[in-house]
């Protein structure tokens, strides 16, 4: 509102308001299958990761004049074991010796990698050459685990490279030199998430290298050419359910997120997008595993998630 003034007399006058409109936006849409080079009757001659790659065709890959690119919605089906060789060791140490168990790779619900781990401590202790044995249980109250030894020594839980201790919610592990307050013969972790890593970054050093400043985050190594950051979880407030195999991460599933408020990256009106890099990055600032692929033993041969293909789309913004 605004006020007139007349000699002794003011008006009070409403605005009679602005028409504001949406901008113009195109779309450009992305599929990590457009990686591969292909043969002249359509095959793939390549094995280009799914999780670091780069996309390069003959021509632009958008033109036109637009100042602001944005990603708006993914699409991701995630096929990656809950326990893989990124977080499958588990390192014991009893006052007397240390042995670092190994848990085979495989989506596994609570019940069933409590046994694993309790299978490869034991089978761990034995080659050390130590008498110890381990129970491991889960209870589905607290969604955490306990690893039980009675003996003349306690023992504790260790950090170590590759751990397991995140997935199993064992992370608020002390490592000073005593480890006072984690030995026990008894050991029960926190929430256990269930998941190899909380979140994924998808990073683009070609997309965002006009926008001024870089993009960090409370870790040291955190990306600095971020499109979005990918929580692994459901939207809102969900309970655990008490069905082992709903828990996100025991099985594949599928992520998609149409994000309400996209970064919105600065773009140079005079240069065409004509190359984008796509990286995956897990919390550790590492590119997300991908199963292997080929020949994993004599005969068996195994395609790993590389044809796991995932797609996304960007808003490009012209006014």
Not at 72 to 78: A, D, L, Q, S, V
């Amino acid at each position: 509102m605004a006020y007139r003034t007349s000699g002794q007399i003011a008006e009070l006058r409403e605005h009679t308001g602005q028409p504001l409109r949406q901008p113009a936006i195109a779309l450009f849409t992305v599929d990590s299958e457009d990686r591969y080079t292909l043969d002249a009757d359509g095959f793939r001659t390549d094995n280009t990761p799914i999780n670091n790659f780069i996309i390069s065709k003959p021509q632009s890959l958008i033109n036109g004049y637009f100042t602001r690119v944005a990603l708006t919605e993914i699409n991701f089906p995630w096929a990656i074991p809950n326990v893989n060789p990124r977080n499958n060791n588990l390192k014991v140490f009893d006052g007397l010796q240390r042995w670092t168990a190994v848990i085979p790779t495989g989506f596994y619900e609570p019940t069933d990698l409590a046994a694993a781990m309790q299978t490869a401590m034991n089978a761990a202790a034995a080659a050390a050459g130590s008498p110890r044995t381990f129970t491991c249980v889960y209870n589905a109250a607290s969604q955490s685990f306990t690893f039980e030894s009675p003996g003349a020594n306690n023992f504790q839980i260790e950090p170590c490279v590759n751990s397991i201790l995140y997935t199993i919610g064992f992370t608020g592990i002390l490592t000073d030199p005593a480890g006072i307050a984690t030995f026990g013969y008894k050991i029960t972790g926190g929430y256990a998430p269930m998941l190899y890593t909380p979140y994924f970054d998808i990073v683009s050093n070609q997309l965002t290298k006009k926008q001024n400043v870089s993009d960090s985050g409370s870790s040291l190594v955190s990306g600095r050419s971020l499109l979005c950051r990918v929580y692994l979880t459901k939207d809102g407030t969900v309970p655990t359910s008490t069905d082992e195999a709903q828990i996100l991460g025991c099985r594949p599933f599928t992520i998609h997120r149409e994000f309400q408020n996209p970064k919105q990256i600065f773009w140079d009106t005079q240069e065409f997008i004509n190359i984008i890099d796509l990286t995956l990055l897990d919390a550790d600032s590492k590119v997300l595993y991908e199963e292997p692929q080929g020949e994993v033993a004599a005969g068996v041969v195994e395609l790993g998630s590389g044809g796991t293909n995932w797609q996304m789309t960007f808003q490009v913004t012209e006014t």
